[in-house]
């Protein structure tokens, strides 16, 4: 049954409107469902732990025997055992690789189906440089797919940084047995201070990430009160590694012994008492990871400014212009989930994506100005 253009319109409408809302929906439900299973905190529903992202079991039983030799070299005693502390590395070290293997599962399931959308686009395109109704409606369809797949990619990857912040407290841990086995090295002389700095500077990010994002703390009151010690041990640690860095080795016991601590009350989940610390700051001003984030705006923007410029594709083939000009454009819209997950690693930016789309735009255009005019010289 041959499609007319009035059946092709109505079905570009309902496309664009009720698949990206379906999608939406959908990834609204799944984010709803994950928070409450947190999947890669139970074994049991998450079982794979993924090679890449997986700490080696040796390196985590070395880091464990340096927090070890650190405490008897500088008398700052373990209240857990030797087989304690390993087996809480572990534990923390296993999480941290499930949580790796979900979020890119979740990446990567998303990439491939609109890899797979547009492939088919590509296989079923007309050889004929006509653009027909049937044409129309398949375009529309797979701009709305890439639509929404770029709207569920966006949602996931800002929840998939919640959920980073929200089991930051697993992450300190693992830190701090990273930091006392630097603090080894460096007493040794096998190491530069650098390295004890970084890992420092990370685990007190750490700390105001989960003090920020943790549901865990009930009512505006204790939320203060936990910002409040939060930012005081953040104090106190950046002091004592700054010691480190100025006076050196002579430095590293009065650092590792509070590091020391630290893990001990970390284990506890004890957030009101992490150091034994007077909470002297009024200021609730936490320190929390640098990491880049793309604007939510900037996001939204591609995304619909590709959605209306494809349309315009779309019409404009319908006036005569072949499905070879439309398909650069329909290959954009990769570009925004790209944009989307990678940001500063791609080098991608809402500025870098629109400008493609308007190179490509004005290629296909100056592609078919030639032709058009040597027809008419023709005539």
């Known amino acids: ?35 409450e299973i947190t999947p890669w905190r139970n074994r049991r529903a998450f079982p794979v732990v993924p090679i890449a992202g997986r700490v080696d079991d040796r390196e985590i039983a070395e880091r464990v025997r340096a927090a070890c030799a650190i405490s008897r070299a500088f008398g700052i005693p373990f209240v857990n055992t030797h087989k304690g502390l390993l087996e809480v590395a572990r534990n923390g070290e296993s999480v941290r690789a499930s949580f790796f293997l979900f979020g890119n599962t979740v990446r990567g399931a998303l990439l491939i189906s609109v890899s797979v959308v547009s492939g088919y686009f590509v296989v079923r395109a007309p050889n004929d440089p006509g653009f027909t109704p049937a044409d129309l409606s398949r375009f ?17 990857q800002h929840e998939i940084r919640v959920w980073d912040q929200k089991m930051a407290d697993i992450t300190a841990i693992c830190l701090c047995f990273v930091v006392l086995s630097h603090c080894w090295k460096l007493a040794r002389g096998k190491e530069g201070v650098l390295a004890t700095e970084y890992y420092s500077s990370v685990l007190r990010a750490r700390l105001g ?19 409040r010690h939060v930012a005081s041990v953040q104090k106190d640690l950046t002091m004592r590694s700054g010691s480190v860095l100025s006076d050196g080795v002579s430095a590293i016991p009065d650092a590792a012994k509070a590091i020391i601590l630290l893990l001990e009350r970390l284990v506890e989940e004890r957030w009101l008492g992490l150091l034994d610390l007077p909470d002297t700051l009024e200021s609730e001003q936490v320190i929390q990871s640098s990491v880049e984030r793309t604007s939510r705006r900037d996001g939204f923007i591609v995304i619909g400014g590709s959605a209306a410029a494809a349309l315009m594709v779309g019409v404009a083939g319908a006036t005569g212009l072949p499905v070879t000009a439309a398909i650069p454009a329909a290959l954009i819209f ?46």
């Open 140 to 156: 529309t369809f797979l701009i709305a797919i890439l639509v929404a797949h770029a709207i569920s990619l966006a949602v996931f």
């Open 1 to 35: 049954m041959k499609t007319s253009w009035a059946h092709a319109l109505v079905d570009t409408s309902v496309n664009l409107t009720v698949l990206p809302i379906l999608g939406l929906a959908i990834t609204k439900l799944a984010v709803l469902k994950i928070s």
């Open 209 to 227: 990430d989960f003090a920020t994002t943790s549901d865990s703390f009930i009512g505006s009151e204790r939320k203060a009160s936990v910002l």
């Open 334 to 379: 990769l570009l925004g989930p790209a944009m989307l997950w990678g940001g500063r690693r791609l080098g991608m930016s809402p500025k870098v994506v629109l400008g493609s789309m308007a190179n490509s735009m004005t290629g296909a255009g100056a592609a078919e100005t030639p032709s058009a005019r040597g027809e008419s010289g023709n005539t």
